[in-house]
Structures are given as C-alpha cells and as structure tokens.
C-alpha cells in the first residue's frame, strides 16, 4: 500500500472558525471546531443502552471522524479525496442537495520513499534537519 500526503482544510469543516484566544502568556491565533456530535462533524460522546436505557458518555478525547474517496482520474497527483464523515442516522436526515453540497476538505497524494544510493544504509535523510 503506498504512503499518502494528506492536507486538511481545517477552515471548510462546516462551522470552523479561525480565531484569537487568549492564554495566560500570550495570544495565539487559532482554528476552532464546533464540537456537535447531532451533525456528526466531531464525536465527542457515544450512545449506548445500559440496562435497555439510552445514555450518552462524554469521551475523554474528540475524533475527527473523516473519509477519502476514490477519484475516477487522478487530478494533480491526487488520487483520493477527503469528507468530513457522519453517522448514519444524521445522513438520513439530509436530502439529496445537502449530501452532494459536503465539501471536500482535504485530498491524498500518494508518495514513495526513494532509497539514496550515496547514503549509509539506515539513513534515509533527505538533508533537512527538524
């Protein structure tokens, strides 16, 4: 299976925002997601039944919960693209227009790692230090 490049447009994932917050020591700029589990855009709980009762628990982390297509023809190299996913009983609500109008938010690059023939073995480093 080959490795992928994946981007992420954060802004297009319906009700992202990009704002100020302020911390104790600075102000940062930042990408703010609207944690709404009804539309289905970030799990923050699950349903179950405990004792044939419905409950809801609240997940110590949120999931971003998304899912790549296939393109019919690459475009760009790019061979898949990225929707925001959502449960079953929320896609059923919406009609047909709705459904078609989820943009894609991101996209999928394959990418192979090429072996350098002047590097030591084991040292797959293109140069660039972190």
Not at 17 to 37: A, F, L, N, W, Y
Not at 113 to 126: K, Y
């Amino acid at each position: 299976m080959p490795n992928f490049n994946i981007r992420i447009a954060l802004t297009k994932i319906k009700g992202a925002k990009v704002m100020d917050i302020e911390g104790k020591h600075s102000t940062r700029k930042c990408v703010v997601i609207p944690i709404d589990s009804e539309l289905g855009v970030v799990q923050d709980s699950y349903e179950a039944k405990i004792d044939g009762m419905p409950t809801t628990k609240f997940l110590d982390d949120v999931q971003l919960n998304l899912t790549a297509f296939e393109f019919r023809e690459p475009r760009y190299g790019q061979t898949h693209g990225v929707k925001v996913s959502f449960s079953r009983k929320v896609m059923e609500k919406m009609t047909e227009e709705e459904l078609r109008a989820m943009p894609f938010v991101g996209n999928l690059k394959p990418w192979a790692v090429h072996q350098d023939d002047d590097l030591p073995a084991g040292n797959e480093s293109s140069g660039d230090d972190w």
